[in-house]
């Protein structure tokens, strides 16, 4: 941890949010995006972990969901006594239209609290249809539950999210590796987004679908930092329900040190990629989404508050399934950072280093050329010049003496097993998020 410090010392001075909001009144607010999930689909393309049977739930795939309530279950990095609420049909190939919307905070399973249920409009009215390709934002809604923002007691419990289908959705734009339990009534169960109660919601589901962000209003001042990356940082073999991904230990970190004042969530997407696919469509879909510059417009540019990005990202375009040259990933590195630098103003553009997959049980992964790839990768995000800092993952998971990911990072922590070499556990997760200064944020005290 001392090397990064050194290393990011220099790059570090001071981490200014984007100057649109300088000089704000006190007492000001704004919307700051509090939980988000990169939208991928049509449902079933993706990387879906410990996902239960979804047959009873979804008979007929490209058909969707049929007169049926979701109850989406996401944990807000930061509270406000005001949310709104992002529906996505990216992926859809008809309109999406949806009612009987409803926000409440989660009791256990599908249950709320008594009396925490609030419905939520679009434009004044409890209805929004959603064309292909699409999305759409809907009106403030009050959290009364929310009484104190800045108190802690709300730190780490889940919004319910619900939400009905009405008709037939066709194809259903999803996140696939959500490692949250949600829920969902029956096949033509009809609008039960208002009930408290658990009754009416028997499946459980391990992605999130349709909602793909929640912003809270906060103080103007509240900085955004996304993760952006591939199934390392959406956690794949971290623990079910454990919010143990290395973006979570991140965001415990910083609200330990600086409370509300900064908000973290996670846009990465398992199996994805920097430079391919080429192309990606509902109807020519890809199970590690949309390539990393093709997402960046609707999975960070257009999310509310953002101040910083930590990109990790690389390993999959020298998986069998990409085998791109080094080259091209980091002049497509070098354009996503030119982008974000030209619609933000003033964002840090923090480049992660690749975790070791050598050796690695995955079909797709674990050569010794692809290990060369990640290392020179890794010495292009060192050295570039390109990034505002680095965060070292490299050198908190390595093990000097093989090349590979430390043996006590592997075994799996999501169903157990012998792990793949590949993906880190609850304790690389935890090792990674460990490693990353804190004053590559410059928040000061």
């Known amino acids: 941890m001392k090397s990064l410090r050194l290393a990011v010392a220099a790059a570090v001075i001071i981490f200014m949010p984007p100057p649109a909001h300088a000089g704000t009144a006190a007492g000001a607010t704004k919307w700051v995006t509090s939980w988000a999930a990169s939208a991928q689909g049509p449902y079933p393309v993706g990387n879906a972990s410990a996902q239960p049977d979804q047959r009873f739930a979804f008979p007929v795939p490209e058909k969707g969901a049929r007169n049926q309530t979701f109850r989406m279950m996401v944990r807000p990095d930061v509270w406000g006594r005001q949310a709104r609420l992002r529906f996505s049909n990216a992926f859809g190939t008809r309109a999406l239209s949806l009612d009987g919307v409803y926000v409440g905070l989660a009791l256990g399973g599908p249950a709320l609290v008594r009396g925490s249920n609030r419905p939520v409009a679009f434009s004044g009215k409890g209805e929004i249809t959603i064309a292909p390709g699409a999305e759409a934002w809907s009106d403030p809604v009050d959290l009364a539950f929310v009484r104190d923002p800045e108190a802690s007691e709300l730190a780490g419990r889940r919004l319910a999210v619900s939400f009905h289908v009405v008709g037939e959705s ?3 734009t999803w996140h696939a590796k959500a490692l949250t339990t949600s829920f969902l009534t029956a096949p033509d169960a009809g609008d039960r987004g208002a009930l408290e109660d658990e009754a009416a919601f028997p499946y459980a589901t391990a992605s999130w679908f349709f909602l793909d962000a929640v912003d ?23 623990t079910m329900n454990g919010d143990d991904r290395w973006p979570d230990v991140l965001a415990r970190r910083l609200h330990r040190a600086f409370g509300n004042r900064v908000a973290v969530v996670n846009a990465g997407i398992g199996g994805n990629q920097v430079v391919g696919p080429p192309e990606y469509s509902a109807a020519k879909p890809f199970p590690g989404g949309p390539s990393a510059g093709a997402r960046l417009e609707r999975d960070v540019l257009s999310l509310s508050g953002v101040a910083a990005v930590i990109w990790l990202e690389g390993i999959n375009d020298f998986s069998k399934n990409g085998n791109a040259a080094v080259d091209t990933v980091a002049a497509r590195m070098r354009d996503v950072a030119a982008r974000l630098r030209t619609r933000i103003p003033g964002v840090r553009v923090i480049g992660a280093t690749l975790t070791s997959a050598l050796n690695a049980t995955n079909a797709a992964h674990g050569s010794k050329e692809q290990d060369e790839k990640r290392r020179a990768l890794n010495a292009f995000i060192k050295s570039s010049g390109v990034f505002d800092a680095v965060a070292d993952f490299d050198a908190a998971t390595l093990d000097p003496s093989t090349g590979e990911m430390k043996p ?5 922590s999501t169903t157990g097993g012998r792990g793949d070499k590949l993906h880190p556990n609850r304790a690389g997760y935890l090792a990674m998020g460990e490693a990353i200064d804190l004053g590559v944020f410059g928040m000061g005290q």
């Open 408 to 412: 006590e990072f592997i075994p799996e």
């Open 170 to 172: 066709g194809p259903m």
């Open 216 to 238: 809270m209003m906060m103080p103007a001042a509240t900085r955004l930092v996304v993760a952006f990356g591939d199934s390392i940082t959406d956690g794949t073999a971290s």
